[in-house]
């Protein structure tokens, strides 16, 4: 199971600290946080990207626990 990164624009204040993760995280031209990549995140990312959803002042961005893709279960059942 991995997680991946949920963002609600709705939410965003284009405050830009999320880039601090910015092969994931990126202000548009309309100050608003695009996410670059759809998916789970590898797990060497998770710090980085956790950290970003943390200093986010308005809370936009989550971290979504996703199941296999696949419907293995890395070898457990």
């Known amino acids: 199971m991995g997680s991946r990164p949920v963002v609600d624009l709705d939410k965003c204040i284009g405050a830009g600290l999320c880039t601090v993760a910015s092969a994931y995280f990126q202000l548009s031209d309309d100050g608003k946080v695009m996410l670059l990549h759809d998916g789970d995140v590898p797990e060497s990312d998770l710090p980085l990207v956790s950290d970003a959803a943390v200093v986010c002042p ?19 059942d």
Not at 58 to 76: T, W, Y
């Open 58 to 76: 308005a809370e936009a961005i989550q971290l979504q626990k996703s199941g296999p893709s696949d419907g293995s279960a890395n070898g457990k």
